[in-house]
């Protein structure tokens, strides 16, 4: 069937395109059929770079089209690594890293694992549990701000409900202490079931038949999970720790749709940071240059982190 | 068949021509972009008189004021074509002019005899010129605005309300003059049982992202006697903006915040202030004026149960108010320039501006305001009036945008984030300010 349409086309084929095309190697038409995609991605990845790295050298300001640019060396970067609030918005965004990572990772693990008992209904608690992942996170911004408002937010009802203080009291997105736990909440809501399919992928990649052999051995259930279970499914659960890892480096739609970086600069990630300064404050070189910072940290650290992943799956 | 081929070729001629009158008109059609809010609406319904007297279609881009300076200044800045005419924010006309977003206004003025003396001084300085106080003009004003207060009437009036004040604080319970009278009735107010339900002190700007507490804080923080520079010396900050009143003003505008604002009012700007009125949240109610058409309308805590007062006094009796409104500019990318200045034209006529405000806008030209039937039109013209007289603004330097951003972070974190002290915020202001001015090679 096929070979009988791979020969309608050449018959269809002109005679002259036909001569041309059969001129053409393999390699040839490889690189004639990748060079669009190429093209593209020079254009809207690769070129942007260079020219950020290029804007990160000067005094480019978006904003002033007219002015002289000058080089200005390595004085942005000198800037901004000395930059006390650029070290503050690195450290929070770090934490939002590390709390979202972790909870995300123990949250999603167990109930993948849960899932996988395939108890009656499971399919349809997958479909619910992945409902927060599917929805816009503009939708999940303004829906949480709504459910985190003090004096009609069902979230402050509901602690008020359990704790006895007073839903005014709960002031999640003003509260300072509590305003970095809001986006922490909302956010391992709205992913967790994204870290749960790839842990359910892993635990399903498992050959049933080594728990068949180490139930022959009477290894009890916490050994296998101990020995077989987490072993296994370890480097899905690292793919997903790399995966949300990135992610929630370069978080920013919740944070601005949930405290716009507030109250003061208590939620004000690396993102945010990057945004007042270069669509507020027009610093378009220096932002270019805090953009390539941040970009040098993701890929580092996402370099050094697929090496540990790649030994985890070699064992 | 004949007579079926002539309806034909009539229908598809009238078809032809009727594309070709439109196309025509579609020509001459000019984009006028402004922020999308109640005025913007009014001057939709004003636009259509131009429509009918020159034939020149009228179309509008609004943008939701969170996006407004965003979405414009991006278009400006990219050279962009979409706007002929723009109502641009007060702040922008530094950088507007510097940058040649705006057609230079002096040549048309002259020809057409318009004369800034015609307007308010106020809104001339702070809509139209750049460098400020010299006769360079970037914009015609449009839209006088400023900020000032609502207050709940009816609650001020209620005979047990007054008594219980009176033994309190040992005065009457009144629209306050001072901004220590204004925190005592807050304070009077604030989780006090109204009707059956919880109401509060007062709504204050806190909005972190765009300009909100910066409005909010200079409200209060000129009255108190924060300057932006010394009157001698261009750009020197310290001893100025630091100085231990501004330092006072900043504590008191803390102080209101931490006592007398609605739970979670930690990032409200002009949108939460009206709804936190409206709900009948609060007692009283800071917000630019072109709120006061639209809240004295509202059925629930409008007409007589709405009162106006004008930004109160400091401490030493200095009394200031924070401006706002635009000016209209023409956009120098637009094909469209000659058709553009015809609206500045016929917008700066009398009787247009009278109209204007008779929709809800708020004209800036001085046969308008000190109409002597003006403060009797409307319950707020007075205030209004008043309000005008003693305005100051931002900084409208070409880098309003990061000496903006500067003030948004040190006072929402001090204020509302409680991190430091206010000196340690407007020291910390003189720095970033510094910075900006140093960048700019002013300092």
Known sequence: ?315 | MKSSLKLALGLASAMVASTAVSNAAHAEDLTLCWAAWDPANALVELSKDFTKQTGIGMKFEFVPWTNYADRFLNELNSHGKLCDLIIGDSQWIGGAAENGHYVKLNDFFDKEKISMDDFVPATVVGYSEWPKNTPNYWALPAMGDVVGWTYRKDWFSKPELQKEFKAKYGWDLGPPTTFDQLKQIAEFFQKRQIDGKTVYGASIYTERGSEGITMGAMDVLYSYGFQYENPKKPYEMEGFVNSADSVKGLEFYKALYDCCTPPGASNSYMGEGVDAFKSGQVAMHMNFAFTWPGLQKDENVGGDKIGYFVNPKGPGGAQFAQLGGQGISVVSYSDKHESALKYIKWFANKDVQAKWWSLGGYSCLNAVVNDAKFPASQPYAQAFLDSMAIVKDFWAEPSYAPLLQASQKRFHDYVVAGQGSAKDALDGLVKDWTQVFQDDGKM
């Open chain 1, 1 to 315: 069937m096929l070979n009988r349409t791979a020969e309608n086309v050449a018959r269809a084929t002109p005679e002259q395109l036909a001569r041309k095309v059969r001129g053409v190697s393999d390699r040839g038409l490889a690189w004639l059929f990748i060079s669009p995609t190429i093209l593209l991605l020079l254009a809207i990845n690769i070129f942007p770079l260079f020219w950020a790295i290029y804007l990160s050298f000067t005094n480019y300001r978006a904003n002033r089209p007219n002015e002289v640019v000058k080089n200005l060396g390595f004085a942005n970067y000198q800037r901004i690594l000395g930059d006390q609030d650029v070290w503050i918005a690195m450290q929070t965004t770090a934490h939002f890293v590390f709390w979202t990572i972790l909870l995300q990772t123990l949250i999603g693990f167990t109930l993948a694992w849960l899932i996988d008992r395939k108890f009656r209904g499971h399919a349809f608690w997958t479909t619910l549990i992945l409902v927060p992942m599917m929805l816009s996170p503009a939708v999940v911004g303004n829906f949480w701000r709504f459910l985190y408002e003090p004096q009609i937010g069902l979230f402050s009802y509901v602690i008020s409900f359990v704790s006895g203080i007073p839903p005014t009291s709960i002031q999640m997105l003003s509260n300072v202490s509590l305003a970095p736990w809001s986006i922490i909440i909302v956010d391992t809501w709205m992913w967790t079931p994204y870290v749960m399919l790839i842990c359910l992928a892993g635990l399903r990649s498992i050959p049933e038949y080594i728990y068949e052999a180490a139930e022959v051995d009477r290894a009890s259930n916490w050994r296998q999970f101990w020995s077989i279970t987490l072993p296994m499914a370890l480097p899905f659960i690292m793919l997903a720790v790399l995966f949300r890892g990135i992610e929630n480096f370069k978080m920013f739609d919740m944070v601005n749709l949930l405290t716009g970086g507030g109250p003061g600069s208590t939620t004000e990630v690396a993102s945010i940071t990057l945004k007042r300064q270069a669509f507020e404050s027009w610093r378009t070189g220096y932002s270019s240059a805090f953009a390539i910072i941040l970009f040098v940290a993701v890929f580092g650290l996402a370099n050094i982190y697929v090496k540990a992943l790649n030994k985890v799956k070699q064992r």
